[in-house]
């Protein structure tokens, strides 16, 4: 392991200070970086640990929520208000994890969080352009299942392996940014970059640069609202499709509709091709399904994974069925 230095940051400015530290990175609960680094795939020289800062989640005056970056998976998911305005962002961090990586695990770590590809973790017997550029992606001509079927490149086919953020893209929340250069907020939905030919850089993050809070607007609508993830065991498995959705129908006719989808591309997934398709329309499973068909039109299966086109198509039309009340 490579010898690194520790400091904890009481502020983001003294964060921000401390991570301006050449090959520093920001510690939350660890529950991914610490493997990552026990595997050499990241090599930091500083780790600032952040746990220290905002952990507070707060009602905005425009009715929604500000939720800190170190604040445990678990307070969100158990918060009242989050159960009560966004019931699937809650449904998404339960399916997300086990209790115990919940209990430590951070908002902003989740978000930051890297793909779990065999091939990515592999770094002794594997190439992989995430960890080096130029290598090569075996996972394209190897065991792909778990991998990409839209958004992926010919460098890069790995997929997000967050759960809530895939809720947090549906529910059109915002990242509250602090770096050397000041504030910014950006949304959730821009922030995690595609692969194309630099699949080494994930995010818009710039280097130093801290995520502190994430904020989400009011959304009546969300009460609304389900997340769905299918996966090869009950518990403690990546998603192989996820969908996050909200659906508001009034007189049979969908007034508006938000749909996420997780497991299936190298970010969150916002299914705006299907959005656009039912807003206005019946709320009948036959639309859902034509929706589900357009957003996944341009998929690109490999050659273990094309299973995940059908299943993403099957699991958007049940859950936009069941929250329109078509189906128990």
């Known amino acids: 392991m490579t010898p690194f230095s520790y400091a904890r940051a009481h502020d983001p400015a003294e964060a921000i200070r401390l991570g301006a530290t050449d090959r520093a990175k920001y510690l939350g609960g660890g529950t991914n970086l610490v493997d990552l680094i026990r595997e050499t795939v990241e090599r930091p020289m500083a780790l600032v640990d952040v746990t220290g800062l905002s952990s507070q989640i707060e009602s905005t005056d425009d009715g929604g929520l500000l939720i800190g970056a170190a604040t445990k998976n678990a307070a969100v998911a158990e918060h009242r208000l989050v159960r009560e305005r966004y019931p699937m962002l809650a449904q ?153 959705a909200i659906l508001e129908v009034e007189a049979g006719v969908v007034r508006e509709v938000r749909l996420a989808l997780g497991g299936v591309a190298p970010k969150p997934w916002r ?23 357009a957003e996944l039109a341009d998929a690109a299966p490999l050659s273990h994974n094309g299973f995940k086109v059908e299943l993403a198509k099957r699991t958007i039309t049940a859950v936009l069925s069941a929250l329109a009340g078509d189906v128990a």
Not at 205 to 227: D, W
């Open 271 to 293: 299914a705006h091709k299907a959005e656009a398709g039912l807003r206005g329309g019946a709320a009948t499973a036959d639309a859902f399904r034509a929706a589900a068909e």
């Open 92 to 244: 998404a961090i339960v399916a997300g994890a086990s209790a115990q990586i919940r209990n430590m695990a951070t908002v902003g770590g989740n978000i930051l969080q890297r793909t779990r590809c065999t091939y990515f973790y592999d770094e002794d017997g594997s190439r992989c352009n995430k960890r080096a550029l130029g290598e090569g992606c075996d996972a394209i001509d190897g065991f792909n299942r778990i991998h990409a079927v839209l958004g992926a490149s010919s460098a890069c086919v790995a997929t997000h392996p967050s759960d809530m953020c895939v809720a947090l893209a549906a529910l059109d929340a915002n990242l509250h940014l602090h770096g050397a250069g000041g504030a910014r907020i950006v949304p959730l939905t821009a922030f995690h970059t595609l692969p194309g030919d630099r699949p080494d850089i994930e995010t818009v993050l710039q280097p130093g640069e801290l995520i502190t809070a994430v904020s989400l607007p009011s959304a009546p609508g969300a009460a609304r609202s389900a997340y769905r993830k299918v996966r090869d065991r009950a518990s403690y498995a990546f998603a192989l499709v996820s969908v996050a």
